[in-house]
């Protein structure tokens, strides 16, 4: 029984990690700015928007602008939108906006385990990027961009029955 229950665990731990990823995939909904070729945000180095802002900015409009802004111009292409020189912010309370992918490597879950003397079985969620904590509760200056929250929240209902469904189908009754 106790094999049964952990491969159910394991199940709802994989779809769990999987939500989350999907979860920090999404594409942000706020608003755009341009990162200089320097690093630093082109509203920050002039106190307005520059030549080079304005520029990137008004090309990451539309879809078709998005897309040629990821090729280079002699070829090949940009990893993400900051390599292209712009960046498009989430909203608040949307899950927060793929920029490098960093916060997405970063997920990551740990085996089943007993969590007490009972039979509870139970996984840990680690995520190892600093802004982590930050980006889910805010801060002073950013408000909340909850994407733990919702996903566990989903798997409180869905876990259950996964883990019921295993037992089912390793012989034994689960109400």
Avoid: C
């Avoid at 994989?14 to 706020?30: A, I, P």
């Amino acid at each position: 029984m106790e094999a049964a229950l952990v491969t159910g665990t394991l199940e709802a731990m994989v779809e769990t990690q999987n939500r989350l990823l999907k979860m920090v995939s999404k594409r942000g909904k706020g608003r755009f700015y341009a990162i200089s070729p320097t690093g630093e945000s082109a509203m920050a180095r002039v106190g307005g928007l520059s030549q080079f802002a304005a520029t990137r900015i008004g090309m990451a409009g539309t879809a078709a602008n998005r897309r040629a802004l990821l090729k280079r111009p002699r070829g090949g292409a940009v990893r993400n939108l900051r390599d292209a020189g712009v960046h498009q912010a989430s909203a608040p309370g949307d899950p927060p906006a793929p920029d490098t992918g960093n916060l997405r490597k970063t997920i990551q879950l740990a085996k089943p385990q007993r969590i007490s003397k009972g039979t509870a079985i139970g996984w840990r969620i680690g995520i190892a990027a600093i802004y982590a904590r930050a980006l889910e509760y805010g801060y002073r200056r950013l408000l909340p961009r909850p994407y733990v929250k919702p996903v566990l929240a989903q798997m409180r209902t869905i876990a259950p029955r996964m883990i019921r469904n295993r037992l089912r189908l390793n012989g034994f009754r689960a109400r």
